[in-house]
């Protein structure tokens, strides 16, 4: 009986210390506050193609359409260029607008490392938000990126910026507006 008390109490034990090591490597987790971008939204028109549908071509579908956006940022972590992938639902008669896609943001200071990730942006009724979260790799894996999206007024050298990306041979044409995002990282040290 002694016997069967005492292995009890061992494995307890043993339960609490795990228990207790996992609780500490929670507590680890560190957030890296406002981090700040201007977005040059620079588009790839050789890539958009859309399709309508609804009564009178109402709804306008818009698949795959490839960015490659200059990110401006006194940040290391968003410095750099941000690849997306865009899918997109307008609705020609209300103005509502929902794009949806994927971000692979490359920072300068990161070579060979990137944010990949999601995002989603809405517009309907005088609203325009959006947000994106997403995973580092590299240096920068064991971290999360969440920023918020909003428009910005388009900057006089958009042209320029968007003059020096490229995609597939494509080169950027600047985006009637551009993006003002901010957000944090959370390290959690996990890779």
Sequence with gaps: MKKRVVTVLVLVFVGALLLAGAVQTQAKAVRIEGLTSYEYDCAMLETLNPTFSGKEDQIMH???????????????????????????????????????????????????????????????????????????????????LYMKLYDAPLAEDAEQVCATVSYNGYTGVPEETFTNTEGYILVSGRK
């Design 62 to 144: 818009i698949r795959d359409y490839v960015h490659v956006n200059v990110h401006v940022s006194d940040s290391p972590y968003l410095d750099g260029i941000n690849t997306t992938i865009a899918s997109a639902t307008i609705n020609n008669k209300n103005g509502s607008v929902s794009i949806r896609g994927t971000m692979r943001l490359e920072p300068y200071a990161y070579p060979g490392s990137a944010w990949e990730g999601r995002w989603v942006f809405i517009a309907s009724k005088g609203t325009y938000f959006g947000r994106a979260v997403a995973q580092g790799t590299g240096e920068l894996a064991g971290m999360t």
